[in-house]
């Protein structure tokens, strides 16, 4: 089985910083792919960032130039630096990670359960 688990949400102000981290752990091969998503109230879920085991990475027009992802292979961890932040960015944040279990295995993805992250004065 596998776990994975998002932290570092909480309350900041507008234009502030935060870093959340995913990390995976379990039955794990190798991971592919780590994907950070976000859910508004009220909204529906929307990709917000991904990164491949090659290290590339690609962000939502939303938040370019805002957000950079990274990824420590060696601990099955991805991290979101969200700078500049701005209200319409409070959401859950939700990690989804791509999973190998064994060499030959097929990917499987596994969700986290989220962390909030509130963008107010």
């Known amino acids: 089985q596998v776990q994975v688990v998002e932290s570092g949400g909480g309350l900041v102000q507008p234009g502030g910083s935060v870093r959340l981290s995913c990390a995976a752990s379990?039955?794990?091969?190798?991971?592919?792919?780590m994907d950070w998503y976000r859910q508004a109230p009220a909204k529906q879920r929307e990709l917000v960032s991904t990164?491949?085991?090659?290290?590339?990475?690609n962000y939502a027009d939303f938040v370019k130039g805002r957000f950079s992802i990274s990824r420590d292979s060696a601990k099955n961890t991805a991290y979101l630096q969200m700078n500049s932040l701005k209200p319409e960015d409070t959401a859950v944040y939700y990690c989804?990670?791509?999973?190998?279990?064994?060499?030959?295995?097929?990917?499987?993805?596994?969700w986290g359960q989220g962390t909030q992250v509130t963008v107010s004065s």
């Open positions: 989804n990670a791509y999973v190998r279990i064994a060499p030959a295995s097929p990917t499987y993805s596994y």
């Open positions: 379990g039955s794990i091969f190798s991971i592919d792919r």
């Open positions: 990164i491949r085991s090659g290290g590339f990475a």
